[in-house]
């Protein structure tokens, strides 16, 4: 490892001096291991004022998101993404809030999603800096969640898009 990076090189131990010993062959591209989810909902969703939890996990590579609770813990500091969209309910508007937690403080306001009445799709994504066990969750905070299992309207997924540097 030199300069945060990790080196590879080729190694020539019939050469008798240190100069012909090492070949640099190039940089390596290491990656910690893969997190990212795909969840979705296969029914209508109505408690308000409550954490949403998903009954379709399609992907959940690292476990880092919770379907029962509704609440991604981020396993390693890094840039993540994070992105929702639905259809609101007919007759009821929806609100649903993308928020985060880091450390000791309370649930914090990212970005939200509202679908009006009559069937209205709603969306939001952010990118977020989070460290180890920062957590993420929607959150409906008003309405209802239009669904059924024959369509798949409400979806969440999110990713790890960058691990921050290792430090040596």
């Known amino acids: ?18 100069a012909d010993l090492q ?6 591209d290491v990656k910690s291991t893969a997190i990212y989810f795909y969840a979705q909902m296969t029914m ?7 954490t949403i939890p998903f009954d379709s996990i399609k ?19 890094g840039k993540y993404y994070f992105a ?14 993308l928020q985060m937690k880091t450390g000791t403080t309370e649930w914090t306001l990212v970005g939200e999603g509202y679908g009006d009445t009559t069937f ?3 969306s939001m994504h952010a990118t977020l800096e989070l460290v180890k066990d920062d957590q993420v969750r929607l959150y409906l905070s008003e309405g ?7 369509h798949n309207y409400f979806n969440y997924v999110g990713w790890l ?4 540097e290792l430090t040596v």
């Not at 030199?2 to 131990?13: E, S």
């Not at 992907?59 to 500091?77: R, S």
């Not at 929702?84 to 809030?97: A, C, K, L």
């Not at 209802?144 to 024959?150: F, Q």
């Open 1 to 18: 490892m030199d300069n945060k990076q990790v080196k590879n090189v080729y190694c020539d131990f019939t050469k008798t001096t240190n």
């Open 23 to 28: 070949k640099m062959i190039g940089t390596v």
């Open 44 to 50: 209508i969703y109505s408690a308000t004022l409550t």
């Open 59 to 77: 992907l959940n590579v690292g476990t880092a998101l919770n379907p029962v609770t509704g609440i991604f813990v981020a396993p390693t500091p």
């Open 84 to 97: 929702f969209s639905g259809m609101s309910d007919f007759s009821v508007p929806v609100r649903v809030v």
């Open 120 to 122: 209205k799709t709603f």
């Open 144 to 150: 209802k969640i239009h669904e059924d299992v024959a």
């Open 161 to 164: 898009v960058e691990e921050n």
